[in-house]
C-alpha cells in the first residue's frame, strides 16, 4: 500500500521532472531563435531592422513620438496579410508578377541608366561647335514680296489663239510698267490676270522665300527674285501652263538667328538626342550580356486575332 507520503514525493518528482523539460526546451528553442528576431507571424518574421526601417519611416523627425508597441501592432497585422495572400497564391497572379516585374524593371533602371542619362551634357563650348557647323539650320533665306498676271496656255493651243494671249500679255505689261496705284498690279491683274487666287488683290501672291517650291513656276518665281529693284516689273515668263509677268513688291535678306537666342534650343535637343542615344546603347548592352534563345517554331503558332469589322465605327462623313 502507497502512503500519501510516497505519492506527494512522487507527483513533485513528476513536477521537477516536467519544470526541467520546459527549462530544457526553452533555453534550446532561445538559442535557436536569432537574437534580433522580434516576432513569427505565420510564415513571415519581423527583425530589428524591419522595425527600425519602418520607424524611420513613419516618424520622420519626431520619433521620440512614436509608439513601439502600437507600430509592431500595425506591422503584425501587414505581416498577417502578406501571410495570408502568399498562402492564397496571389503572388503567382499573372496580374501581380507583372506589376512586380514592372517595378523590378524600373529600380534597375534607377540604379543602372538614370546615372548614365543624369551624366550627358555639354559644354558652353560644344554647344557653340554645333551651332558653327548646322549654321544652315538656324539661317532664314532670303524671302520676297511678289505679285504676278497669269495667262493661261497649253500645247494643244492654235498658234493663233497663243499670239491672241501674247498680244493681250503685252498690253498688260506696258500698263504695268506704268505707274500703278493700289496694291501690286492694282486693277490691271483683275483686267488680265487668270490666278483667281491673287488677281483681286493686286496679283499679290505673299512672302516666299527663296530657293523653294510653291505653286507657281520656278522660272517665276527665280525671275522674281532676281529683280533689282522694289516695284521692278519682268519681261513676259513663258512656261508650259501659260506667260507670266511678275512684279518685286518687297524683299529682304537671308538672316542668322543670333547664338544666344538658340543656346538653350541647343542645349535641350542636344540633350535629349544623346540621352536617347545613351538608352539604346543601355538596352542593346543588356541584351548582349543577357543569354537569348527564341523558339521560332513556337512563335509562328501564335495568331494574331483579327479585328472584328462590326466593331469597327464608321468614319464620319465631313459635314
Do not use: C
Not at 492654235?158 to 500698263?175: F, G, H, T, V
Not at 542645349?267 to 535629349?272: G, I, P, S, T, V
Not at 539604346?280 to 527564341?294: E, G, Y
Request: no cysteine; aromatic share 8%.
Amino acid at each position: 500500500m502507497v502512503s500519501n507520503k510516497q505519492k506527494r514525493a512522487f507527483a513533485l518528482g513528476i513536477l521537477l521532472i516536467l519544470v526541467i523539460l520546459g527549462a530544457s526546451y526553452y533555453y534550446l528553442t532561445l538559442e535557436k531563435r536569432p537574437q534580433d528576431l522580434i516576432a513569427i507571424v505565420g510564415d513571415q518574421k519581423i527583425f530589428i531592422e524591419d522595425f527600425n526601417e519602418e520607424m524611420q519611416r513613419r516618424g520622420g523627425r519626431h520619433l521620440e513620438k512614436l509608439d513601439k508597441n502600437k507600430l509592431l501592432d500595425e506591422m503584425i497585422l501587414r505581416s498577417a496579410m502578406v501571410d495570408q495572400a502568399l498562402k492564397m497564391g496571389i503572388n503567382q497572379h499573372r496580374d501581380f508578377i507583372r506589376i512586380y516585374e514592372n517595378l523590378l524593371v524600373g529600380q534597375y533602371k534607377k540604379q543602372e541608366l538614370t546615372p548614365l542619362i543624369d551624366g550627358v551634357n555639354f559644354s558652353a563650348d560644344e554647344i557653340q561647335q554645333y551651332y558653327t557647323d548646322n549654321i544652315q539650320k538656324y539661317t532664314q533665306p532670303a524671302k520676297a514680296r511678289l505679285a504676278i498676271i497669269y495667262m493661261k496656255t497649253h500645247s494643244k493651243m492654235s498658234d493663233e489663239k497663243k499670239q491672241q494671249i501674247l498680244n493681250r500679255m503685252n498690253e498688260a505689261l506696258n500698263k504695268a510698267k506704268q505707274p500703278v496705284s493700289g496694291r501690286g498690279f492694282g486693277r490691271i491683274s483683275v483686267q488680265y490676270s487668270e490666278d483667281q487666287v491673287s488677281r483681286y488683290k493686286g496679283g499679290d501672291i505673299g512672302w516666299l522665300y527663296e530657293n523653294r517650291a510653291y505653286r507657281w513656276d520656278a522660272n517665276v518665281l527665280k525671275t522674281g527674285f532676281a529683280l533689282e529693284k522694289i516695284n521692278d516689273v519682268s519681261d513676259i515668263i513663258t512656261t508650259d501652263t501659260g506667260l507670266y509677268i511678275v512684279k518685286l513688291l518687297d524683299r529682304r535678306p537671308s538672316q542668322i538667328t543670333p547664338f544666344k537666342k538658340v543656346k538653350e534650343r541647343i542645349r535641350h535637343k542636344q540633350l535629349l538626342e544623346t540621352r536617347k542615344e545613351t538608352e539604346q546603347k543601355f538596352d542593346k548592352d543588356v541584351r548582349a550580356k543577357t543569354p537569348v534563345q527564341i523558339y521560332h517554331d513556337v512563335l509562328d503558332k501564335v495568331d494574331i486575332p483579327k479585328q472584328n469589322q462590326e466593331n469597327i465605327s464608321p468614319v464620319p462623313s465631313p459635314s
